[in-house]
């Protein structure tokens, strides 16, 4: 069972997320993160879905997707080389001591501290999906008071381009 | 010129050549239903109920090869439809739906016959649209032509709020029309071709494998020529029926679930396997790590990339269109010297003989009660076995698949990937707008039959002398032989107490109705049938072994070859 990215380039028309979504829930396929968002070419949306399964289950997927109408072109980003980021907002309580010692794991992690008032912060974090859970599991668990994530975005390296 | 909506709709029918319609109007579509009043191009076909437009138009495009063109109004005309839908989806068939929606500005209001169409049906399509701008109107029913019939073959709704049936634009119908998101492949792949070639002449233990991509791609000429020059043996699965001649020596029966014991022994033990439009289905493979446990190499033919090891992991995949892909590999085979690898053909088909001396569908006609299988027979020798058949599903189906020998395309029509009971009378109405002079009979049971008898009305209105032949065992036939088998004899909800007198309903309806309980009145019960009422439609109420059991049988979850046999064999 191995982790997969798959990019989609898919019709940017009402409902083709639903045909997407609806395709991985009817044939039981599992979904751990999606997103997506119009490309520079508006007519198009690009898609990234994070899915766990067996290589035979990977390469259905990909049929399967492939079958949809809407559906332009998909690739497994995890081929081959490929960077993931995702976008990670967390909201913290951020008083006394606790003040500058999450400034500070803050700065480790390369965050970005973009709201601040008298007892927190919100501090903004990109990176892959393991960087995000390892800034959480740095930080006391009992200041976090709310998180929000993104969901992997990927894309190839070098000269893997996924365009029309 | 501006056009109206509703004027475009029936240009665009018009322009696809459509020559029947079959429907149910309704608000949604009531100015659709005004310009197909206009106009005498094509015939609309009103049923009693949506799901039999659906099953109607269905059957039309099996029996054919023409796209099935349905419509219905909004709310329940679409849900009554979604079984139609489904049906057509799972065995790939053609069919443009056209459902009407409420107006634009109403739509997510929960307004009255609203329903979210394209929600609802997307699952069971090849695709669907919702149609926003009258504008788009031409083009996305061209598109609807396009997908329907290209590549693997389905179902394509498109959804037309009412107020768009009245707004205007100018009316262009494209010649064609190409999708960059869509492009089936035609040819096959030369190198795996070449392998598959090669596979073939040195395969000891061979064996063909067809399904529906072969009626449905119209390949049977092919798939003869290539069986024939081989020598191999043949096996068709249930939608495959009537590709390769089923009373010619090397078909070997159906597969699966119910399939002869030499098919499902040769499938088992064969050493090369070509599958040719057929997907290993659960119902034809049965488990498939059973199948797994012989080595064997599979070469698989498919218009869908997505059936390709998608169960059966299988050696040379061939993605293309089979006609083309058959006729190159005939080509090639004949443009080698070295024949098929004929040393080891000879063992091979003696092994097969043995299987084949288990007559493994044999069975007893004694004086007093009828058995299901000698109906069929006997209806296959009254219509000299050339007449579409149509059916339902439960036993009825299965004794049908196997008695009524096929041995053209496009003859047996039934609904096999979803298996929908109240398929059968319906699609014996769309067989015969396909085929005004065929003769149509519908092998039914008593329990699906009533699941779409309104019907009746249907085939009244239009003259439709379909024969009904009904396996009454007054159980639901196959729910019963499992509950027999794996649940104890504990007859739960499957003996239908109460049911009409056939007869009179037939007679209530316009039609003749016949009642048979004796052997001996089978045949002449159905030479009278198809003799002197080969106008009208028969109602024949065959009153049979209500203990009759189908076998062969493999188990669900169980191997090929650990089938169950008649207990006399």
Known sequence: ?164 | MQLTGAEIVVRCLQEEKVDHVFGYPGGSVLYIYDEVFKQDQFKHILVRHEQAAVHAADAYSRSSNKIGVCMVTSGPGVTNAVTGIATAHMDSIPLVIITGQVPSAYIGQDAFQEADTVGITRPCVKHNFLVKDVKDLALTLKKAFYLARTGRPGPVLVDIPKDITTHKCDFHYPKSVTLRSYNPVVKGHGGQIKKAVSLLLEAKRPMIYSGGGVILSDSAEQLIKLTRMLGFPITQTLMGLGGYPATDRQFLGMPGMHGTYEANMAMQNCDVLLAVGARFDDRVIGNTAHFGQVSRKIIHIDIDPSSISKRVKVDVPIVGHLPEVLDEIIRQLEAVEAKPETRHLPDWWKQIAEWRGRNCLKYTQGPDVITPQYVVEKLYEVTGGDAFITSDVGQHQMFAAQFYKFDKPRRWINSGGLGTMGFGLPAAMGVRFAHPKATVACVTGEASIQMCIQELSTCKQYRLPVKIINLNNGYLGMVRQWQEMFHGNRYAESYVDALPDFVKLAEAYGHVGMRIDKPADVEPALKAAFGKHKNDLVFLDFIIDPTANVFPMVAAGKGLSEMILAEDL
């Open chain 1, 1 to 164: 069972m191995m982790r997969h990215i798959i990019a989609i380039l898919i019709e940017n028309e009402s409902g083709a997320l639903s045909r997407v979504s609806g395709l991985f829930s009817a044939r039981g396929y599992n979904i751990e993160s999606l997103t997506v968002a119009p490309t520079e070419d508006a007519s198009l949306s690009r898609m990234t879905i994070v899915s766990v399964g067996s290589d035979d289950v990977i390469e259905q997927i990909t049929k399967q997707l492939n079958k949809l109408i809407d559906v332009v072109k998909v690739v497994d980003l995890s081929e081959a080389a490929h960077i993931e980021r995702e976008l990670m907002l967390c909201k913290v309580r951020a008083t006394g001591k606790d003040r500058d010692e999450m400034k500070r794991v803050a700065d480790i992690f390369r965050g970005r501290i973009i709201d601040v008032t008298e007892s927190s912060y919100v501090i903004e974090l990109t990176g892959n999906g393991a960087k995000l859970d390892a800034f959480l599991q740095a930080i006391d668990s009992s200041l976090i008071l709310e998180t929000v994530r993104t969901g992997v975005c990927g894309i190839g390296r070098g000269d893997r381009i996924l365009k029309v």
